[in-house]
């Protein structure tokens, strides 16, 4: 079965469970399910039991949620959509960063597997996003950067910027406007005594921008040259 013969909801649930799992370690549960699909935590959970009667998730009652061989199939056929169409629309169609994550959560749903072949083909089989998110391959396998949130590295250390959330559009203009993206070299400097930020020059520019915490959580990177 293709993924496109799963209806629009349930392509939802099987992709935000795969995505709340990308990135963290921490169990999937029906609460944090329902927050990343935004509706009520008995809607998700009637979704979660549908789809353990589908064989797509895992569920026990009270316990965490895992796909299963065909629901990670699914998913991973969900998560290669949404991010070729993103970069589609940057590369192609020159839309910002920060504006591509809806459109593309409303075109995943219509475009066929032969459409996002095609998007792939065009684009020259991209491997990540422009986000940095790594595009799955055609086969479902996943290249995943060894990266890590900028908010656990000390100041002193220049790191490349490998991943930058998309959950907040306007945190990825404030990014934008100081050439933050994904790529780029930061170098972490102490912030302010009791500020609780760090100080962060981009590029080797010459002066340096000031991150809380809910911007260095966005930013997953690499140890630099």
Known sequence: MSVSELSASTQNYLKAIWALAEW????????AIAAKVGVRLSTASDAIRKLAAQGLVEHTR???V???RAGHRHAVA???????IETFLVQVLGYR????HDEAETLEHAVSDFMVDRIDEHLGHPTRDPHGDPIPH????????DAVQLTGIEPGVV???ERISDADPDL?????????????TLELRSGAPFSGSVEVVVDGGEESVALGQSATDAIWVTPGE
């Open 24 to 31: 963290s370690d921490e169990p999937i549960t029906p609460t």
């Open 62 to 64: 009270y316990g965490s």
């Open 66 to 68: 895992a796909l299963t």
């Open 78 to 84: 969900m998560v290669r959509r949404h991010r070729l």
């Open 97 to 100: 960063w920060d504006q591509v």
């Open 138 to 145: 055609a086969d479902g396998t996943v290249t995943q950067p």
């Open 159 to 161: 790191v490349t910027a």
């Open 172 to 184: 990825l203009r404030f990014f934008a406007e100081r050439g933050l993206g994904v790529g780029a």
